[in-house]
């Protein structure tokens, strides 16, 4: 089965260091997001990508953060200067373009870790 | 903008009882609600979603309701195995076929334990 692989699965960075996130979705998938969750807490939305542009981000998702799809397989989230507060998981979804419904399918998620 | 909360937060249960776990939400422009599974090291996992034009679905020994009246929705999960413990989590959305990108808002989760 089709899945969504993100790299690496875990990331230690100093604070103020950039970090990439790296995702490859579903090959016919063409809507993609990123979504994080701190320790003990809730999934959260930061942001959605379709069509080689931002359709709708959160309030998390600052100027710090940015979306890339560099190429035809990966989606990169960059976190230019990591703060403590960065530290989370971070998942990647995709979903198909023709779905009655929004099934969204996850990656395992990195772990970041700023010191 | 919307808000999704689920209860309980912990929920154990014996191998073979029902379980139940509900959520609420906030937006009535809302109405995709999937609910997925994630084990440890492992990332979310649909495992059954409703659409707010049907109240009831079922699959195999999991079901989710749905009052959009009320604005809660419910999973259930009968006849619970070991290997169903986990975390759960609602989400709610409001993604249309060819309308809104449709980011999810998760509750909290409900972390799962089934004693054998």
């Known amino acids: 089965e089709p899945e969504v692989t993100q790299t690496p699965s875990h990331q230690v960075t100093q604070m103020g260091q950039e970090v990439i996130l790296r995702c490859v979705p579903i090959?016919?998938?063409?809507?993609f997001y990123w979504y994080r969750q701190i320790l003990g807490q809730k999934v959260e939305f930061l942001v959605s990508f379709y069509n080689n542009e931002i359709s709708e981000k959160s309030e998390i998702f600052d100027d710090q953060f940015s979306v890339e799809r560099p190429d035809g397989s990966n989606f990169t989230l960059k976190i230019r200067s990591t703060k403590l507060e960065d530290s989370a998981m971070y998942f990647c979804?995709?979903?198909?373009?023709?779905?009655?419904?929004?099934?969204?399918?996850f990656g395992a998620g990195t772990r970041l870790s700023v010191l | 903008g919307e808000n999704v909360e689920q209860h309980p937060s912990t929920l154990s249960v014996q191998e073979g009882d029902s379980a139940v776990i509900k959520c609420t939400y906030s937006d009535s422009a809302s109405n995709y609600f999937p609910w997925y599974k994630q084990e440890l090291g492992k990332g979310p996992q649909l495992i059954i979603d409703?659409?707010?034009?049907?109240g009831e679905k079922k699959d195999q020994r999991i079901a989710v309701t749905l009052n959009k009246t009320a604005k809660h929705f419910s999973l259930h999960i009968t006849e619970t195995q070991p290997e169903d413990s986990a975390v759960y989590f609602c989400?709610?959305?409001?993604?249309?076929?060819?309308?809104?990108?449709?980011?999810?808002?998760f509750g909290k989760g409900t972390k799962l334990s089934v004693k054998p």
């Open positions: 979804a995709s979903r198909a373009l023709a779905e009655a419904k929004n099934i969204q399918y």
């Open positions: 989400a709610a959305s409001n993604g249309n076929y060819g309308g809104s990108q449709g980011n999810l808002i």
């Open positions: 090959s016919n998938h063409l809507y």
């Open positions: 409703i659409r707010s034009n049907v």
